[in-house]
């Protein structure tokens, strides 16, 4: 009866945020304990993937109430992909469910991403990471007027210039890899698109629909841009480690970064929480990085700033310090005290910081660092 095309997993975990582990879609089922993992679960209730499997696989989808249970129903139906080595399983997707809906966050495109006919005369041009010219028609028809210019700025073999050349469009792409600009032209040449101008004959005819543009339409270039606000090369080389030198204000101590945030952060009752503005005793306070360290958040003072300890407890490495103060204002959190005077310790944290680096050498700055002040 059915004969859909499997596009691809979607892996139905939502993330854990302020989830009870005694909620039902955080309990652990056939072994997946997503909420160790910080996850739950998210099976789809309602919406139109429900109504899709209730009318092709399992009558009653929609009444089933238990989230387990509904684990249980698709499991049954063989809806659930059970990967041999990956942490979760995913829930089967069907592109034929998509038929007449509009797009959203994820395309079920039936050639898939990778899925294209590899033969001889085919659109595959052996670049590792080429996507097929059908998903990017889609995207550019859906998201560029028949006027517009798309610009890809990392267009490895050329699949977004080609595609928006069949479309019609103006187009701009670039990479780091010097057989782009040939790819382009030899794609377009295999696509019937252009021709070089040396081969340009009288019998050739533009295809039905299409402007037979020729190698000279294309321009290329290899030299970096200039910057428009200081006129220096954009990009004078591409390299990518640079070894920056360490400023002696950055190699200041722990517990000398701890003195001048005290400093920063104290008020005549004791010093304030950047996270939560409670003002506590000095000793409640603990030295964290404003941008996280998983981010490539750096150590030195200007990223760093004092937290009282039940806030950094909340704030795990992954979380930033925005992403806490926005779910501690939740209603169900809600243990924000005082945002104002949070804005205040981190505005005052932020000025001292950069008073350190740009006035380093001074005796101010020296004692401040030492504790003295
Ligand atoms: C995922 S591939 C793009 C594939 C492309 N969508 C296609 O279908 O062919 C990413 C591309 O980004 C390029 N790239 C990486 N870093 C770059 C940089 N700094 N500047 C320009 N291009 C870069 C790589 O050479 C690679 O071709
Ligand atoms: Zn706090």
């Known amino acids: ?125 052996g670049y590792p990471t080429q996507k097929p010219l059908a998903i990017y028609e889609r995207m550019i028809a859906a998201s560029c007027p028949p006027d517009g210019i798309v610009l890809d700025p990392f267009c490895g073999c050329a699949t977004t210039p080609i595609a928006a050349e069949r479309l019609g ?39 039905e629909g299409r402007h037979l543009i020729t190698f000279g339409d294309v321009t290329y270039s290899r030299t970096p841009p200039e910057r428009t606000d200081n006129n220096e090369v954009a990009a004078p080389s591409f390299r990518l480690k640079m070894q920056r030198p360490i400023e002696p204000w950055q190699k200041i101590t722990h517990k000398q970064i701890v003195s001048v945030l005290l400093k920063a952060q104290e008020t005549t009752e004791g010093v304030i929480c950047a996270g939560c503005g409670r003002v506590l005793e000095k000793e409640f306070m603990e030295l964290d990085h404003i941008t996280p360290k998983s981010d490539r958040g750096e150590n030195h003072i200007i990223n760093r700033i004092l937290l009282c300890r039940p806030f950094n407890g909340r704030k795990r490495d992954n979380l930033t310090m925005r992403g806490l103060v926005r779910e501690n204002k939740k209603k169900d959190v809600n243990w924000m005290r005082n945002e104002q005077l949070a804005k205040i310790a981190q505005s005052s944290a932020e000025a001292y910081a950069y008073r350190v680096r740009d006035e380093f050498r001074t005796p101010e700055i020296q004692a401040l660092i030492q504790g003295l002040r």
């Not at 691809?8 to 005694?22: E, G, K, M, T, V």
């Not at 780091?176 to 600009?181: L, R, T």
């Not at 040939?182 to 533009?206: I, N, W």
């Open 169 to 207: 469009r103006q187009w701009v792409g670039m990479d780091i890899w010097d057989k782009a600009h040939e790819t382009v032209l030899d794609r377009l040449r295999k696509e019937q698109l252009a021709v070089p101008e040396s081969e340009l004959g009288d019998h050739e005819t533009p295809q």
């Open 1 to 125: 009866m059915f004969a859909g095309v499997l596009a691809c997993q979607y892996f139905f975990l939502a993330p854990r945020h302020n989830s009870s582990p005694d909620s039902p879609s955080a309990k652990p089922w056939r072994g997946y304990d997503v909420y160790a993992k910080g996850r739950v679960w998210s099976v789809p209730k309602t919406g139109h993937y429900a109504k899709y499997i209730e009318d092709t696989f399992i009558s009653g989808y929609r009444s089933i109430e238990g989230i387990h249970d509904r684990l249980d129903a698709l499991d049954a139906a063989g809806l659930i992909h059970h990967p041999k080595r990956g942490v979760w399983p995913g829930l089967k997707r069907y592109a034929a469910s998509d038929r007449g809906q509009p797009p959203q966050n994820l395309i079920l495109e039936p050639t898939g991403f990778t899925n294209y006919n590899k033969g001889r005369g085919s659109e595959y041009c």
